[in-house]
Nanobody, 123 residues
């Protein structure tokens, strides 16, 4: 079965850190563009970060630039999102996604979506 499964979501205080992980099964993440997205109730899903498969180029939303880092572990077939200096505005359900083209990641029509993991930033 081809799927993505996120983990690592939690409740954290402002200024804290979390590391989200997305594990792929049934396909090799190294061959895919990957992305992290987030969504809060009543709002559209927004892109947080993505990575091109061919050269590993990474991209970040302005709101997370300098605080979040996307990375891929080919041996584990996972993609991680390290989140530092977390703010209450980072509270959302976080989703990972994969597609053979970065374009489909950017326009939010990836081939694969994970089920999401809740991140809550609150004191």
């Amino acid at each position: 079965q081809l799927q993505l499964v996120e983990s690592g979501g939690d409740l954290v205080q402002p200024g804290g850190s979390l590391r989200l992980s997305c594990a792929a099964s049934g396909f090799t993440l190294e061959d895919y563009a990957i992305g992290w997205f987030r969504q809060v109730p009543g709002k559209e899903r927004e892109g947080v970060s993505c990575m091109r498969s061919s050269d590993g180029s990474t991209y970040y939303a302005d709101s997370v630039k300098g605080r979040f880092t996307i990375s891929r572990d080919n041996a584990k077939n996972t993609v991680d999102l390290q989140m530092n200096s977390l703010k209450p505005d980072d509270t959302a359900v976080y989703y990972c996604a994969a597609d053979q083209t970065l374009h489909n990641i950017v326009v939010l029509i990836p081939q694969y979506w994970g089920q999401g993991t809740q991140v809550t930033v609150s004191s």
